[in-house]
């Protein structure tokens, strides 16, 4: 009898130290407050590797820092290093409980390169060949994005082309190493010997021609440039006219603090809570725009804008007994 009181004393003593343990280990865990990467936005090339640092807030959180990665096909991540696997976009995320942060990751595809191997000269001096073999000496040519690209030493040049016939045609005018004027014809071509993938860039005029040989060496870890944005001009909302004083009180409090812009297709309104763009053509002096914001509680007729050195006026007739509107914003 007593054997089995002690037994059960000492189911009972494990069972609370169990609990007890497990209380204490529960108080002790601290969550994961917030994470932030160094980086918010990353390019790389396919097969590249980028590596992304991580800090996890507070330093002592129990919270395990686990790394993801949207779309496994373009970029995979383990511990922080990033992989290109597939052209496109992925979003990296490193989570720490419920705290997040990510970075979008844009894969590009390596271009074919070609590395600078010899050059043949007709119509010039024999020298201008040791010329052409100093200038390109160790250089790599590829095309990527609508462009051929020329690495000389540390520059990068840029070309555009017109394809015409199986050839890349480049503009004479500004060609690294055109010793025969802007009237020659610099053509591109790619073509292979033997298995061996081969470049050809030639220049020629009536008298004379160069042919530069570049020899296929594998993919370029290249990333094109990011094109910059066009600055925007923007206008302020400032004032409204209509003969209507009710529908001016409207266009007035639904155009407060709103700011308007032109893109290449759009007039742009900005609102304190969206954006609207609406289709627009530019005739002469005006801009025909298809404003449909029924903001007068009418259909709209037409509505176009013009620009006078800082303001730009907004017309806008309404198609019920012809009632205008006129909203005037002022260059920021």
């Known amino acids: 009898m007593k054997r089995s009181i002690k037994a059960a004393l000492s189911l009972c003593l494990a069972a609370a130290l169990v609990f007890c343990l497990s209380a204490a280990l529960a108080g002790c865990s601290v969550p994961a407050t917030s994470v932030s990467l160094q980086e918010s936005a990353l390019a790389i090339t396919v097969g590249s590797e980028e590596t992304l640092t991580a800090s996890v807030a507070p330093s002592d959180t129990t919270d395990e820092l686990v790394w993801s990665s949207s779309d496994p096909a373009v970029a995979t991540v383990s511990?922080?290093?990033?992989?290109?696997?597939?052209?496109?976009?992925?979003?990296?995320?490193?989570?720490?409980?419920?705290?997040?942060?990510?970075?979008?990751?844009t894969v590009y595809e390596r271009p074919d390169g070609y590395t600078y191997a010899s050059c043949a000269i007709e119509g010039l001096e024999?020298?201008?060949?040791?010329?052409?073999?100093?200038?390109?000496?160790g250089s790599l040519a590829w095309f990527s994005g609508g462009a051929f690209y020329v690495q000389v030493g540390e520059t990068i040049y840029d070309y555009a082309y017109t394809e015409k016939d199986g050839e890349y045609l480049l503009d004479a005018e500004g060609f690294v190493g055109?010793?025969?004027?802007?009237?020659?014809?610099?053509?591109?071509?790619?073509?292979?010997?033997f298995g061996l993938g081969l470049l050809m860039i030639t220049m020629v005029t009536p008298d004379a021609s160069v042919v530069m040989v570049f020899n296929e060496s594998?993919?370029?870890?290249?990333?094109?440039?990011?094109?910059e944005e066009k600055p925007v001009q923007r206008y302020a909302f400032a004032a409204c006219t209509a003969d209507d004083a009710a529908?001016?009180?409207?266009?007035?409090?639904?155009?407060?603090?709103?700011?308007?812009?032109f893109t290449e297709s759009a007039f742009c309104v900005e609102f304190?809570?969206?954006?609207?763009?609406?289709?627009?053509?530019?005739l002469n002096d005006r801009y025909l725009i298809e404003f449909d914001a029924n903001i007068g509680g009418q259909e709209l007729l037409i509505t176009?804008?013009?620009?006078?050195?800082d303001t730009l006026v907004l017309t806008v007739v309404a198609a019920a007994q012809a009632d205008t509107v006129v909203l005037t914003f002022m260059k920021k």
């Not at 024999?126 to 000496?137: K, N």
């Open 247 to 261: 529908m001016r009180e409207r266009y007035e409090a639904a155009f407060a603090g709103a700011e308007a812009y």
């Open 126 to 137: 024999e020298g201008y060949a040791d010329l052409f073999d100093t200038i390109y000496g």
């Open 178 to 193: 055109n010793i025969l004027g802007d009237e020659a014809r610099i053509a591109v071509q790619k073509s292979e010997v």
């Open 304 to 309: 176009y804008g013009t620009l006078a050195g």
């Open 79 to 105: 511990e922080g290093t990033v992989t290109g696997v597939g052209a496109g976009e992925a979003v990296i995320t490193a989570a720490a409980g419920e705290a997040s942060a990510s970075c979008t990751v």
């Open 272 to 282: 304190s809570d969206r954006t609207e763009r609406y289709a627009c053509t530019r």
């Open 218 to 227: 594998g993919g370029v870890d290249w990333i094109p440039p990011a094109e």
